[in-house]
């Protein structure tokens, strides 16, 4: 780690990033984006001046320091320029998923305040004019796209060439570590969501953390298709100004994210469980037309591959037998599904969800390390990770520098400490005290510690079914298990206080159609939720899942939904999430059918 780098960590706000990345790294491609087909390249020079023009563009509409300004855009380029020219000007950014209906537009601006916001389209303007009479505080919309704003994102900039730069630097020299950064609402599986207020010090010491674990290196390429509006592309946003990394912003179409990462080759990939799901399922099915013999020598490959890149990290002999088994099964496999994240994945990150420990180990034996993080928008997105040179299958990693993390004796909840902690909930001091006790988060998870100092995540408290026989059951993992299924998509157990648990199922449409109209079957979702093949596909795979756990832990019955759960329905928050409270109320009636 450079001096500098470590200086402008330490000392900044993110108020001063952009203007301080664009000094350090210059001529750096700052990012790579696509736009009418063809990817184009903006420096950290580049970037700064837009952010610079943003920020007097903003002073210029009237909004002053502390002020709220909202962003209510996909994952872009302009995303991320209009961020930091927020912060740049000393006001206080507010994201809002795109995905959000007018109503949820009206809670998340209306209870932040916000003064001005951003809108990408003029669908996403739309929205905010359908509850414009509700938003007393907004003066302003700034379209980054035609219709998109009262004016456009280029008629701000122009409005802020010719700011006096005296005012900014003024405005930014004020800002301290302390003031708030961003108001991040929470996705919210109950209740409203609440504003979690991150201060300018909870952005910077990620940043800091990530220097010293040495995480992400300068050069690097991160393929980020996260929505900007949570908290963990807003690390790998941070991230990328204070080390000189490059982002690759997605395209656009979540269909062609395979195709991106072969057009791309990223070094770096933050994710969410669904994604490697499905480069899981991808990957799967290059052995799934093998017989009994090459399916055993499959499973054979992907724990020789694990035990190899064990030893030669940890500079062991590998014997000659064993590697020259390697090579060929790299010839085979491995670097086919290398291949799948653009052949140049150094390292990956899956975090804001579970995932099978197994799907994990097939990515390691490839080559595609694939390291577990944990944290909450409260913590700024990180709290645990494992590293390339400390991970172990099944944790979550250990405490990031700086973190500490406790379990609570009387019911193991996690609690942690450190400078990533949020400051409080916006305008809600019950849940700020109910949430923030003695300087500890009480996390909500519950998990296990063990004596090398890695983090098991166990469940979550609300999560915990118990059923009628009392016993304790921890939905994720059996659910995470029939998710390996290339043919499902969403598996959700329901049972508490019920005799034994059942679940709702859903298809992948992507795999299951396809495969249907092999067999000669109708290829219409809601006939073939029906269709007693089908059904035995999903038995099929219950079965198997259900043979790694107690009689008592396995689920008895399961009912096939005619469509996936979907974000716009208001059943998966925008990282994907199961919103289980909302399943279990909408589809009452189907549980209680399993139950006779």
């Known amino acids: 780690m450079s001096e500098t780098t470590e200086t402008a960590v330490a000392q900044g706000t993110v108020a001063t990033l952009a203007g301080s990345a664009g000094q350090r790294f210059g001529d750096g491609v700052a990012a790579r984006y696509k736009a009418d087909g063809e990817w184009h390249e903006l420096t950290f020079a580049a970037a700064s001046e837009a952010v610079n023009e943003i920020a007097l563009g903003l002073a210029d509409l009237g909004?002053?320091?502390?002020?709220?300004?909202?962003?209510?855009?996909?994952?872009?380029?302009?995303?991320?320029?209009?961020?930091?020219?927020?912060?740049?000007?000393?006001?206080?950014?507010?994201?809002?998923?795109?995905?959000?209906?007018?109503?949820?537009?009206?809670?998340?601006?209306?209870?932040?305040?916000?003064?001005?916001?951003?809108?990408?389209?003029?669908?996403?303007?739309?929205?905010?004019?359908?509850?414009r009479d509700e938003l007393p505080d907004l003066t302003a919309t700034i379209g980054i796209e035609a219709g998109?704003?009262?004016?456009?994102?280029?008629?701000?900039?122009?409005?802020?060439?010719?700011?006096?730069?005296?005012?900014?630097?003024?405005?930014?020299?004020?800002?301290?570590?302390?003031?708030?950064?961003?108001i991040i609402y929470t996705s919210g599986t109950t209740g409203p969501p609440k504003g979690v207020v991150l201060t300018h010090g909870n952005a910077m010491s990620v940043g800091e953390m990530v220097v010293e674990l040495d995480f992400i290196s300068p050069g690097e390429r991160t393929y980020l298709f996260l929505p900007l509006a949570h908290a963990f592309a807003l690390t790998a946003q941070l991230a990328s100004f204070e080390l000189g990394t490059t982002i690759i912003y997605y395209g656009g179409d979540s269909k062609k994210i395979v195709e991106e990462l072969v057009e791309t080759s990223p070094t770096y990939?933050?994710?969410?469980?669904?994604?490697?799901?499905?480069?899981?399922?991808?990957?799967?099915?290059?052995?799934?037309?093998?017989?009994?013999?090459?399916?055993?020598?499959?499973?054979?490959?992907?724990?020789?591959?694990?035990?190899?890149?064990?030893?030669?990290?940890?500079?062991?002999?590998?014997?000659?037998?064993?590697?020259?088994?390697?090579?060929?099964?790299?010839?085979?496999?491995?670097?086919?599904v290398r291949a799948l994240f653009g052949g140049e994945i150094r390292q990956a990150v899956s975090g804001a969800a579970p995932i099978a420990p197994e799907i994990l180990e097939f990515f390691y034996a490839c080559g595609v390390p694939v390291l577990e993080g944990w944290g909450m928008t409260e913590t700024t997105a990180v709290g645990t990770v494992g590293t390339l040179d400390h991970f172990k299958f099944g944790t979550v990693g250990r405490p990031?520098?700086?973190?500490?993390?406790?379990?609570?004796?009387?019911?193991?909840?996690?609690?942690?400490?450190?400078?990533?902690?949020?400051?409080?909930?916006?305008?809600?001091?019950?849940?700020?005290?109910?949430?923030?006790?003695?300087?500890?988060?009480?996390?909500?998870?519950?998990?296990?510690?063990?004596?090398?100092?890695?983090?098991?995540?166990?469940?979550?408290?609300?999560?915990?079914?118990?059923?009628?026989?009392?016993?304790?059951?921890?939905?994720?993992?059996?659910?995470?298990?029939?998710?390996?299924?290339?043919?499902i998509s969403q598996a959700v157990m329901h049972g508490d206080r019920?005799?034994?648990?059942?679940?709702?199922?859903?298809?992948?449409?992507?795999?299951?159609?396809?495969?249907?109209?092999?067999q000669g079957l109708p290829e219409d979702m809601a006939e073939l939720a029906e269709r007693q093949e089908i059904i035995d596909l999903v038995q099929d795979e219950l079965d198997r899942a259900n043979a790694h756990y107690a009689q008592v832990e396995q689920i008895k019955k399961f009912v096939i939904l005619e469509r996936d759960l979907s974000i716009e329905e208001g059943e998966l928050t925008p990282t994907l999430k199961v919103k289980r409270n909302v399943i279990n109320d909408r589809f009452a009636d189907r549980f209680g059918s399993l139950y006779g």
């Open 63 to 131: 909004i002053a320091p502390g002020d709220r300004v909202g962003i209510l855009a996909d994952t872009r380029v302009e995303w991320t320029l209009a961020s930091y020219g927020i912060s740049a000007a000393g006001a206080v950014v507010v994201p809002v998923y795109p995905t959000n209906s007018p109503r949820e537009c009206a809670w998340v601006l209306g209870n932040s305040g916000v003064r001005a916001v951003f809108c990408e389209t003029a669908a996403q303007r739309d929205k905010i004019d359908q509850v």
């Open 148 to 182: 998109g704003g009262d004016l456009t994102l280029e008629q701000l900039r122009e409005r802020g060439r010719g700011g006096e730069r005296s005012e900014l630097e003024a405005r930014q020299s004020a800002v301290t570590r302390e003031d708030p950064y961003t």
């Open 269 to 336: 990939l933050p994710s969410v469980p669904r994604i490697f799901e499905k480069l899981y399922t991808a990957a799967m099915k290059l052995q799934e037309q093998a017989g009994d013999e090459d399916r055993a020598r499959f499973r054979q490959a992907i724990e020789l591959g694990v035990e190899v890149r064990r030893r030669q990290h940890r500079g062991e002999t590998v014997s000659d037998e064993m590697q020259a088994a390697f090579d060929q099964a790299d010839k085979g496999l491995y670097s086919r």
């Open 400 to 487: 990031m520098p700086g973190v500490e993390a406790r379990i609570a004796d009387t019911d193991g909840e996690i609690l942690l400490r450190g400078p990533n902690i949020f400051r409080e909930y916006w305008r809600n001091r019950d849940a700020t005290d109910e949430t923030l006790v003695d300087g500890w988060l009480h996390t909500g998870d519950v998990g296990e510690i063990d004596d090398e100092g890695f983090l098991k995540i166990t469940g979550r408290k609300k999560d915990i079914i118990i059923t009628a026989g009392g016993k304790n059951l921890t939905p994720a993992n059996i659910e995470n298990d029939l998710k390996q299924s290339r043919f």
């Open 498 to 518: 019920r005799p034994y648990p059942v679940a709702l199922i859903t298809l992948d449409p992507e795999e299951i159609v396809p495969w249907a109209k092999e």
